[in-house]
């Protein structure tokens, strides 16, 4: 069975400096990973994917993510937060190629500080 | 595209009312999921459809809830009666016939529930 990690319900970091919020996944066979993105009042958009193609996953808003099958981890980075950045962050798994069932983590609280 | 589009974005009912959901899910997409969020449990999955037929819906929470889809383009998730611990975000999401580029799912705004 495929299962999502999220270390941390709440990140803080200053304006500007470094987002990390990490995400480890366990999964029998070769996953499809996910980053979403819930604003306040909102439904969860898409921050970027990975498919078993290149590790190293850029998504939109400057984020990226690499995947690290030694570590089963898929941590979402950027370089320097905005204050828009704030917002909840959702890891999810894919369950089969074959379903599109989603399993997501419980979701990281990110709070950008001025 | 528009996008899932989700009704009502909000809905305040009293105990024991029926509340019915509905979603349009994005024009083409095979694939139609019902989830729930809530504080204590975060995301969960209650149902979803494959060109229409109920393919999983062991996340379900009891015989209360119940879930349709008529057509490619309508589906509604339905709550009778419905209990103040139903109150939630119920977010409809679709997805394409699946592939080798993975099964991205777009979700749409949520339906906020209150049940008082």
């Known amino acids: 069975a495929q299962s999502v990690t999220q270390l941390g319900s709440h990140v803080s970091v200053s304006e500007g400096a470094l987002v990390l919020l990490r995400c480890n996944y366990s999964?029998?066979?070769?996953?499809?990973l996910f980053w979403y993105v819930q604003y306040p009042n909102q439904g969860l958009q898409l921050l970027l994917k990975?498919?078993?193609?290149?590790?190293l996953v850029k998504g939109i808003n400057g984020f990226e993510a690499e995947f690290k099958k030694s570590e089963t981890s898929f941590h979402l980075t950027k370089p320097s937060a905005h204050m828009s950045d704030a917002a909840e962050y959702f890891c999810?798994?894919?369950?089969?190629?074959?379903?599109?069932?989603?399993?997501f983590g419980q979701g990281t609280t990110l709070q950008v500080k001025p | 595209d528009a996008g899932v589009i989700q009704s009502p974005r909000h809905e305040v009912t009293e105990m024991g009312q029926e509340v019915t959901l509905r979603c349009k899910p994005i024009?083409?997409?095979?694939?139609l999921f019902w989830y729930r969020q809530t504080m204590m449990r975060g995301l969960e999955l209650l149902i979803y459809?494959?060109?229409?037929?109920?393919?999983?819906d062991s996340g379900m929470p009891e015989d209360r809830f119940s879930a349709k889809m008529p057509n490619a383009s309508f589906s509604t998730l339905k709550i009778q009666p419905s209990e103040p611990r139903d109150s939630a975000v119920y977010f409809c999401?679709?997805?394409?016939?699946?592939?080798?580029?993975?099964?991205?799912?777009?979700f749409g705004e949520g339906s906020w529930l209150t049940v008082v």
């Open positions: 999401a679709s997805s394409l016939r699946l592939g080798s580029s993975g099964n991205t799912i777009y």
């Open positions: 999964s029998s066979v070769p996953p499809y």
């Open positions: 990975y498919t078993s193609a290149a590790t």
């Open positions: 999810a798994v894919s369950a089969s190629s074959n379903t599109g069932k989603l399993i």
């Open positions: 024009s083409g997409h095979d694939y």
């Open positions: 459809f494959n060109n229409n037929v109920p393919i999983d």
